[in-house]
T-cell receptor, first 114, second 112 residues
Framework: AQSVSQHNHHVILSEAASLELGCNYSYGGTVNLFWYVQYPGQHLQLLLKYFSGDPLVKGIKGFEAEFIKSKFSFNLRKPSVQWSDTAEYFCAVNALGGGFKTIFGAGTRLFVKA | NAGVTQTPKFQVLKTGQSMTLQCAQDMNHNSMYWYRQDPGMGLRLIYYSASEGTTDKGEVPNGYNVSRLNKREFSLRLESAAPSQTSVYFC???????????FGSGTRLTVV
C-alpha cells in the first residue's frame, strides 16, 4: 500500500532562514507528487506538482521541490522564508494505476518568527 | 470565482443525528472527493467519485454515504453521527491524475 512520510511535524524558523521539508513515499511504480499549503483557518492550496520531466519543480511563492526517484523523496525547499509562510505543509502522492486516490502525509507545521 | 463550494461551514450535531454536507464545483471536473482532516493525521479519503454516476470507498468510509447527484454536485451523508466523526471535512475536485486538487473551504463538524 502507498504511504507518505513527512519527517518533521513542527518546524520553527526565523525570517530569512532557509527551509527544507522532507517527504518520502513508498510505492514502486510511477507517481505524481504534490505539495499543498494550508494557511491558518483556510483550505489547502496547491504549491507545486511533479508528474514528469525535470525533477526540480518550481511552484508559487518561491517554493521548489526536487524529486529523487532513487530515494523515493520529494523534499520542499525555499531559500529564504517570510513570516507569511507560517502554515501547514502537506506532501501528497498519487500513484498512476492506483485509481483516483491521493495519499497525504500527516503534515508539517511551519512557524516563522518575525 | 470558479471553485468548490461547501455548505455548511460549521455544524454541531448530537450523537445519533443525521446530516448531509453539500459540495458543488463549477470547473467541469470529472472527479470529486471527500476528505476528513484530523490533527496529526493529514487528510484521509472518505469517498470519491471518478465520474458522474460512480462512487467508491476511500480509506475511512465507515459511517458515511455519498451521492454524486450530477457532474457538479457530490454530497456526503452521516446517517447516525458519532463523536469519532468530529473533524474538518473537505470536498475537492480535479481534472485528472496529473492535476492538483481544488479544495472547498471546509466544514467544521462537532458531534457531542
Amino acid at each position: 500500500a502507498q504511504s507518505v512520510s513527512q519527517h518533521n511535524h513542527h518546524v520553527i524558523l526565523s525570517e530569512a532562514a532557509s527551509l527544507e521539508l522532507g517527504c518520502n513515499y513508498s510505492y514502486g511504480g510511477t507517481v505524481n507528487l504534490f505539495w499543498y499549503v494550508q494557511y491558518p483557518g483556510q483550505h489547502l492550496q496547491l504549491l507545486l506538482k511533479y508528474f514528469s520531466g525535470d525533477p526540480l519543480v518550481k511552484g508559487i511563492k518561491g517554493f521548489e521541490a526536487e524529486f529523487i526517484k532513487s530515494k523515493f523523496s520529494f523534499n520542499l525547499r525555499k531559500p529564504s522564508v517570510q513570516w507569511s509562510d507560517t502554515a501547514e505543509y502537506f506532501c501528497a502522492v498519487n500513484a498512476l494505476g492506483g485509481g483516483f486516490k491521493t495519499i497525504f502525509g500527516a503534515g508539517t507545521r511551519l512557524f516563522v518568527k518575525a | 470565482n470558479a471553485g468548490v463550494t461547501q455548505t455548511p461551514k460549521f455544524q454541531v450535531l448530537k450523537t445519533g443525528q443525521s446530516m448531509t454536507l453539500q459540495c458543488a464545483q463549477d470547473m467541469n471536473h470529472n472527479s470529486m472527493y471527500w476528505y476528513r482532516q484530523d490533527p496529526g493525521m493529514g487528510l484521509r479519503l472518505i469517498y470519491y467519485s471518478a465520474s458522474e454516476g460512480t462512487t467508491d470507498k476511500g480509506e475511512v468510509p465507515n459511517g458515511y454515504n455519498v451521492s454524486r447527484l450530477n457532474k457538479r454536485e457530490f454530497s456526503l451523508r452521516l446517517e447516525s453521527a458519532a463523536p469519532s466523526q468530529t473533524s474538518v471535512y473537505f470536498c475537492a475536485s480535479r481534472r485528472g491524475d496529473t492535476y492538483g486538487y481544488t479544495f472547498g473551504s471546509g466544514t467544521r463538524l462537532t458531534v457531542v
